[in-house]
């Protein structure tokens, strides 16, 4: 396995990334991981290795702002859904730029806030993802902002969500916004993996999906929650890596 630590300058900031290459040169398919509110890309370096072995790359990275290990020039004050969308075209650009680069196979995936990022970024670029995967997606942010402030003028210039300073712009830029109305455009493979015992994402909200996404595959994990456990994480890689095998475009015969 190829272990690459990359960075990747765009508007004025840098995303830090980690690129997970099997070894030779042949192009392979990839997936971009996007982690959930205040996560790191190395929540998902697990899955990462699972599809390494299995000569599928990958990609985990921190948004600028918005990652507990983010070192960078954006402060989580700036930071909004629309600038982690901005980081993840980022990553998927340096992805398609690579050499090994294979064109038709482009996976997005996305766990919680990121998401709900994948799905907004899958939405604007039908073309890219050839499916996407979406781990207990916070749907409901732009639903559970709202309701707490219903009003422009209610919303404060700062608010601090689990020990994080987020900035108006945050809830500004959601402001009656419907998160399936922004979704709805994707309609390629999708998988979706829930607890069902979720208290952060209500899990009817991925429930939902079968009424937006044409070709969905919902998996609802039993007995889990927000953040599985070592049970339920082994699980979803491994449902994750069966996707990407059964919706690769000219995979090879074994």
């Known amino acids: 396995m190829k272990k690459t630590n990359i960075t990747i300058p765009?508007?004025?900031?840098?995303?830090y990334a980690t690129m997970y290459e099997p070894e030779g040169s042949e192009p392979t398919p990839i997936v971009i991981f996007s982690h959930g509110f205040h996560g790191s890309g190395e929540d998902f370096i697990d899955y990462a290795e699972l599809l390494v072995q299995n000569e599928i790359a990958?990609?985990?990275?921190?948004?600028?702002?918005?990652?507990?290990?983010?070192?960078?020039?954006?402060?989580?004050?700036?930071?909004?859904?629309?600038t982690e969308e901005e980081d993840l075209e980022a990553v998927?650009?340096?992805?398609?730029?690579?050499?090994?680069?294979?064109?038709?196979?482009?996976?997005?995936?996305?766990?919680?806030?990121?998401?709900?990022v994948t799905a907004l970024t899958a939405s604007k670029h039908t073309e890219i993802a050839a499916g996407i995967i979406l781990l207990y997606p916070a749907l409901c942010i732009p639903d559970d902002?709202?309701?707490?402030?219903p009003r422009l003028c209610d919303i404060p210039d700062t608010y601090e969500l689990w020990g994080v300073s987020l900035g108006r712009s945050y809830f500004e830029?959601?402001?009656k916004m419907s998160a399936a109305d922004k979704i709805?455009?994707?309609?390629?493979?999708?998988?979706v993996m829930h607890g069902h015992k979720d208290p952060v994402v209500d899990v009817a909200y991925s429930k939902n999906l079968a009424g937006i996404y044409s070709n969905l595959q919902l998996e609802i994990f039993e007995g889990e929650g927000h953040g599985f456990t070592q049970e339920g994480s082994r699980r979803a890689a491994q449902l994750t890596l069966e996707f990407v095998q059964a919706n690769q475009k000219n995979r090879k015969a074994e």
Not at 184 to 191: C, E, F, G, I, S
């Open 58 to 82: 990958a990609i985990t990275f921190d948004f600028c702002g918005g990652s507990r290990t983010y070192s960078g020039k954006m402060r989580s004050t700036e930071m909004t859904l629309f």
């Open 10 to 15: 765009h508007h004025g900031r840098e995303v």
């Open 184 to 191: 709805k455009d994707y309609q390629k493979a999708v998988l």
């Open 173 to 175: 830029t959601i402001h």
């Open 92 to 116: 998927i650009a340096y992805a398609l730029a690579r050499e090994r680069a294979d064109q038709e196979n482009v996976f997005l995936f996305g766990g919680s806030q990121g998401g709900l």
């Open 145 to 149: 902002w709202n309701a707490r402030f």
